[in-house]
């Protein structure tokens, strides 16, 4: 949703967000000599990225940023934590990373009124997520109604399951 021109911010409300674990094997770390500390130590000098400056270009801004940031489970795995002689040891030779939801901490529901094509008197409470998108200041709140509305449905196509019902709560860019 962030990458929809002229949005700015995104909220997410409901759900389990994404989040990557790593499970380490105390017999491989050591065989090759490495402790949690090389670890936390790695990932804390290396996994950096900053922003550097910000230009503005073309009526365009432009973040420029510096460092290095891990973005998938291959990078995590091939992720050196640690140098015994000469030989890298890498994250995913001591650990097993797991890509996954975390455990929820709370949880969203949803209700809805007879009538409504969702109702049903077996199971009134549906799991729910909300997701907000905001329009940057001098946009046109209609354009960006309309590409939340093309993505919201491509992903419906696409990416959701069957089983995962989306819709519209409230839309800031609706026109009479």
């Avoid at 409300?13 to 936390?40: C, K, N, Q, W, Y």
């Avoid at 002689?85 to 009124?113: C, H, K, M, N, R």
């Amino acid at each position: 949703m962030q990458g929809i021109d002229e949005t700015s911010e995104v909220n997410v409300v409901g759900g389990r967000p994404r989040t990557v674990r790593i499970l380490i094997d105390p017999e491989s770390m050591g065989a090759r000599r490495t402790t949690a500390a090389d670890i936390f130590g790695a990932l804390k000098i290396s996994n950096v990225l900053q922003a550097v400056d910000q230009w503005a270009f073309n009526n365009e801004s432009i973040v420029l940023e510096s460092g290095d940031f891990v973005r998938s489970v291959d990078e995590l795995e091939s992720f050196v934590v640690n140098i015994i002689d000469g030989i890298p040891v890498y994250l995913g030779d001591i650990a097993e990373i797991i890509d996954g939801s975390a455990e929820p901490d709370q949880y969203t529901w949803i209700d809805f009124a007879p009538g409504h094509p969702s109702f049903s008197e077996a199971n009134a409470a549906h799991p729910m997520v909300s997701i907000s998108v905001a329009k940057q200041r001098g946009s046109n709140a209609v354009a960006v109604a309309k590409n939340v509305h093309q993505l919201m449905a491509r992903l419906q196509r696409e990416v959701l399951p069957d089983e995962i019902h989306t819709d519209e709560c409230m839309d800031g860019g609706f026109v009479c």
